[in-house]
């Protein structure tokens, strides 16, 4: 390691990183504003200005930025230096010309890196006292606020939205001594990644819309670590609220998961926390109203020890809720709340990562691919951080060629980018139809799900021959094949992703193939798979049977109680078939958070606490556990769903239940009795855990108006709420300084407010957090053993006279359950339809716009008629999960 000199003190720094970064890393002072360490550097904002020096005895020495002067051994600056601190301070005055004075009234006001930067250079009175220049904000959709006006021209916002996220519609115009960062015309901002400009830009010209709403300042923000509950990727989240209602979601910082960055769907999708929707009380239809909880649960635990109970779980609860209920009814009545398809496309993805040789990567791992082959998936719909990674992936193979031929670093962001061009690493993607990573595809191809499949097994086949061989196969799939084969064959570390988006076992089959193929010759290959929701993978390693035997038992009459856990029914079988499943129930309890269809049909509600008002564990599709705490305490009898069951329950002694009370109990019982789930414990500390002797505050020290927030209730400072479950306070008093990383409520030291404090908590600017990045790996390839490659072809897909094969199609915004609670979702989503060929709708007589009927299991369906040539003929394209789609059991023939 390089030894650099800094203000006459020697330090150990990083080999081929910056000055910038290695003062950050050394926990150095230094102002910036352009530098992101996930962007690079360009040197636009001159800020980070230090003195250089020749050697000891060079006592005049010269400015550099140092976020572009790379380090060198025996590197000897100052950033004290006297001609360096007023450079500093007179850039930020420069730049601190047109801005505005509306700190006050600004959403960024006491957590902004322009607020913390200018007091760090001691920029402190203003000495342009004309009229500024002022601009039109704009229109950019439901989820961001334009104040351009406060823009400081770092360039960040595009340099994240085009550079690194692929976005075409913001940009930066410029005439003469005006820039202007925006849309050619106002409009909603297109890229699934746009919220993520809310904590990119360093100063308040974008904004969180929705925090605005119910607007608090964010050190007045109860917070708490928590996992995002938007797909299966377990995207670390930061979950602030005030007065009992949730007010803002930003990222938290993973070094292995989604690193600096949040998807839309996950960063503003929150408000069914704060929905009128909510069941708040518990309630029993054959009780009055107002009986309260004390009897309510005394007639819940008669019905559950006088009769046959059967539990049926949830993806998206907590691996503590679904264990307690499984506990609670016994195994052999526990049913997975998931559709057939959802079962077994996890049960396989589990299947295959546990007995096959191939590791699954995390999504930074994935970013550092150098080849990706998309199986069946459109990953911006169904998986969109995992897009954002693929995107990062296909620069890897140009950007070390580009750094090897002209010397670059890869934190000079600019210069190899010019280098680069628009060279892109091999992407190949066969797909059901066309998604936004098509322009970056070396090759990009769309057919149904079994050709998908027959294309895979043949690229096995042609990496190894001893994987089975496709016969029958086209001109076109022989040629797509060998593309393929001969791109991965060549890459060091290529990347294969299917999943549950075309529901199909066989294209995953393919997908596990091609990748033990790859293992086979020694290539270090990654097999990564979707899963529907925050918790499938937890859900299907708990293990239980099908929904569908559910139906049956209740059908023949011989259930007389059913649980169902943070579920609704209407979305994992056909409403017919739900219908009739409630028809034969004699008792439902449903504990849940919202109403739906199957609260309707529900004799008993139980209120279940959301994420933010929970403490749990979730394992996402890598295996990798993690712990949500909660944030608040809510109002009324809501509480997590664990806990009820444990109030509800009577376990026998071998479950080890019956004197569970605690998080700490259930997960404790949890990893001794099942060894797949050994560790979970130890994820985070303990609740007895202390710092010094004292919990960790959720609040920071400059939290305000505690006595006051209540006051029109009691004047009186009220007593802060217990937490026995978890090592936090619901107060600010606590320990101030680093807690550990698994359980960090929030960012922030001295001097910095805003959410670039993450430097303060790395162990180097970029890395991993100091005491390694939250999660444990379930999940661990095989060491030994003979590959168990699958050998069985599909035949070739040929369209069936009078039919059409239903596949599912997946939108960011609408698919997902809870997201569509909130407006800006809602706004932004689709209505139902069913996409066709042109052949198809020609043959079927309909028109785009149109009503296209069919029948399944003897109910009609009218679907408005959407054309995409990019489909297979015979094939149909549905919107799985939209409100209002009462079809959900995809894929199946239907007839026309």
């Not at 990183?17 to 352009?34: D, I, V, W």
């Not at 295959?352 to 999504?363: A, K, N």
């Not at 990496?463 to 797509?480: H, R, Y």
């Not at 939209?882 to 959900?888: E, R």
């Amino acid at each position: 390691m390089p030894t650099i000199h800094i203000d006459n003190q020697s330090y150990e720094v990083k080999a081929g990183s910056n000055l910038l970064e290695a003062c950050l890393s050394l926990g150095m002072n230094l102002p910036y504003f352009c530098w992101h360490p996930a962007l690079g550097s360009v040197g636009a904002c001159r800020q980070c200005a230090v003195k250089v020096f020749k050697d000891e005895q060079d006592k005049t020495g010269r400015l550099v930025m140092a976020c572009m002067e790379p380090v060198k051994d025996q590197m000897r600056l100052a950033i004290a230096d006297g001609e360096a601190s007023t450079f500093r301070e007179q850039v930020i005055g420069w730049l601190m010309t047109n801005h505005p004075h509306d700190c006050a009234v600004c959403d960024e006001g006491g957590s902004c890196h322009l607020q913390d930067m200018t007091v760090m250079t001691g920029h402190a009175y203003r000495n342009y006292h004309f009229t500024k220049r002022t601009y039109k904000n704009q229109y950019l959709g439901p989820f961001l606020n334009h104040e351009m006006n406060r823009c400081i021209q770092c360039y960040r916002c595009v340099r994240f939205y085009k550079d690194f996220a692929g976005g075409k519609d913001l940009d930066v115009f410029a005439a003469r001594s005006h820039v202007y960062f925006g849309r050619q015309e106002e409009g909603t901002l297109e890229s699934e990644f746009s919220g993520n400009l809310a904590e990119v830009c360093p100063t308040g010209v974008f904004t969180d819309k929705t925090l605005k709403q119910h607007y608090t300042r964010k050190w007045d923000f109860t917070s708490a670590a928590s996992v995002c509950q938007g797909c299966g990727l377990g995207c670390n989240i930061i979950a602030g609220e005030r007065y009992g209602s949730l007010r803002q979601i930003t990222s938290r910082y993973n070094g292995a998961v989604n690193g600096y960055f949040l998807c839309d769907r996950g960063r503003f999708g929150y408000e069914f926390v704060n929905s009128a929707q909510r069941i708040r009380e518990i309630s029993i239809k054959l009780l009055m109203p107002d009986a309260g909880e004390g009897p309510a649960l005394a007639y819940l635990r008669n019905k559950i020890n006088s009769g046959k109970v059967i539990g049926i779980g949830s993806p998206r609860a907590s691996l503590e809720s679904n264990y307690v209920l499984k506990q609670l009814v016994g195994e052999d009545q526990f049913y997975l709340g998931v559709s057939d398809t959802d079962h077994d496309l996890t049960s396989l993805a589990l299947r295959i990562l546990q007995q096959g040789p191939v590791r699954t990567p995390s999504l930074q791992e994935a970013a550092k691919a150098d080849m990706v082959l998309i199986l069946g998936e459109d990953i911006t719909n169904t998986a969109p951080m995992l897009a954002l990674s693929v995107r990062q992936a296909i620069r890897q193979q140009p950007e070390q060629d580009a750094m090897q031929k002209v010397h670059l670093a890869p934190w000079q962001d600019a210069a190899v980018r010019e280098a680069v061009q628009d060279n892109k690493g091999p992407l190949f993607i066969l797909g059901i139809q066309e998604s936004k990573l098509d322009e970056l595809a070396t090759l990009a191809f769309y057919t149904a799900p079994d050709n998908i499949a027959r294309v895979g097994f043949a690229v096995a086949h042609l990496i190894n021959p001893s994987m089975p061989e496709v016969t029958g196969m086209t001109d076109k799939g022989k040629s797509l094949a060998q593309e393929i084969a001969a791109g991965l064959s060549k890459a060091k570390n290529p990347l294969i992703i299917a999943g549950y988006g075309s529901g199909s076992e066989v294209v995953m089959k393919a997908a596990a193939n091609i990748s033990w193929a790859l293992h086979q010759q020694g290539i270090d290959a990654m097999l990564s798979y979707t899963v529907p929701e925050c918790n499938s993978m937890g859900l299907e390693m708990l293990g239980g049977h099908r929904l569908e035997s559910a139906l049956q038992a209740v059908a023949q009459d011989a259930i007389d109680t059913v649980i169902i856990l943070e579920n609704d029914l209407y979305r994992r079988i056909d409403q017919p078939l739900a219908d009739q499943f409630f028809n034969h129930c004699k008792e439902v309890i449903l504990i849940d958070h919202l109403y739906s269809p199957t609260a309707e049909r529900a004799t008993g509600l139980i209120p279940a606490g959301t994420f933010a008002e929970s403490d749990g564990t979730l394992i996402n599709n890598e295996g990798r556990a993690q712990r949500f705490f909660q944030v608040f305490v809510p109002n009324g009898g809501v509480q997590e769903s664990w806990r009820w069951l444990l109030q509800l329950g009577n376990y026998a002694h071998h479950s080890g239940l019956q004197e569970a009370e605690t998080l700490d109990d259930v997960t404790g019982i949890i990893s001794r009795k099942m060894p797949i789930f050994a560790g979970i414990a130890g994820i985070t500390p303990s609740a007895e855990f202390r710092i010094a002797g004292q919990k960790i505050p959720r609040e920071p020290h400059r939290y305000s108006g505690r006595t006051a927030m209540l006051a029109n209730i009691n004047v009186s400072e009220p007593q802060p709420p217990a937490d026995p479950d978890t090592a936090l306070s619901f107060t600010m008093e606590g320990y101030q300084g680093r807690p550990p990383s698994s359980m960090t409520p929030f960012f922030w030291a001295p001097g910095w407010n805003s959410v670039q404090s993450i430097n303060k908590f790395q162990v180097e600017v970029g890395g991993p957090l100091h005491d390694g990045d939250p999660g444990l790996r379930l999940i661990h390839p095989a060491a030994n053993g003979e590959i168990p490659f699958f050998t069985t072809v599909p035949e070739l897909f040929l369209p069936l006279t009078g039919h059409l094969l239903l596949v599912p199609l997946y939108h960011i915004f609408g698919s997902e359950e809870l997201s569509v609670y909130t407006e800006g979702v809602a706004a932004r989503m689709p209505s139902p339809y069913i996409m066709l060929h042109s052949e198809d709708a020609q043959r079927y007589q309909v028109t785009a716009g149109s009503l296209l009927y069919f029948l399944v299991n003897g109910q009609q369906y009218a679907l408005q008629v959407k054309i995409n040539d990019a489909l297979q003929s015979g094939i149909a394209g549905v919107p799985v999960g939209l409100p209002g789609m009462k079809l959900v059991d995809v894929p199946q023939w239907v007839k026309i």
